[in-house]
């Protein structure tokens, strides 16, 4: 098993890149969103990766944190989803989104990826919820459990205290479903509460 890849970038587009560790250049597939962070070729890159490996071919995926290695691992792992539909998913939503939406029971947000459908969407959400869910509260990191995914930071922040405020981890975290994680936490918290009492 290979699980990083640290060397010379050699090529990248929108869906791989070719890293060079030690004279070889190792071809990964790649979400855009890890395509992104990749810096300029000729210079040093880490990818964390995860291996496939079927009757007919051993591809490597890679990604630029772990979260979004520990993503990809998750949703391949529920019926349905292969290695391109979740590199399609990590491409248009973070680890922390994806946490998010699937606690708060928002199928929809996985229908923005390319390939798919909202039959596959609420299999991820059913399939995943009970996992995301128990730690999303916790706060637990993606790159700290393979069993789980939680945002991470303001997220977390945000669904604890809207938790210790009476809601439940599913309540807060479909309030906090359109909001940008990267919003400072108050602000999160201050849209969360403003949606909860539009719906209500």
């Known amino acids: 098993m290979i699980s990083c890849l640290t060397g010379i970038l050699l090529e990248k587009s929108a ?4 890293v060079d560790c030690g004279g ?7 979400p855009s969103s890890t395509a992104g962070k990749l810096p300029s070729v000729g210079e040093k890159c880490t990818l ?12 490597l995926y890679g990604f630029a944190d772990k979260d979004s290695r520990t993503a990809f691992k998750l949703l ?4 349905g989803v292969g290695p391109k ?19 708060g029971g928002d199928h929809k947000a996985f229908t923005a990826a390319n390939g798919v459908g909202p039959k596959l969407a609420q299999r ?27 945002p991470a930071g303001g997220a977390a922040q945000a669904v604890a205290a809207l938790t210790s405020l009476g809601y439940t981890a599913a309540e807060a975290a479909q309030a906090l479903g359109g909001i940008d994680p990267a919003l400072p936490v108050p602000e999160m918290i201050r849209l969360a509460l403003q949606g909860i009492g539009k719906r209500r």
């Open 15 to 18: 869906d791989y890149a070719v």
């Open 24 to 30: 070889v250049g190792y071809l990964t597939w790649i």
């Open 48 to 59: 964390y990766t995860s291996m496939n490996v079927t009757e007919n071919d051993i591809s």
């Open 76 to 79: 391949t792992g529920v019926s």
């Open 85 to 103: 539909a979740g590199l399609s998913i990590l491409s248009v939503l973070g680890p922390d989104r994806i946490a998010l939406a699937i606690s």
């Open 124 to 150: 991820i959400v059913l399939e995943l919820k009970d996992k995301v869910g128990k730690s999303l509260a916790a706060g637990v990191n993606l790159s700290e459990t393979s069993q789980a995914a939680a």
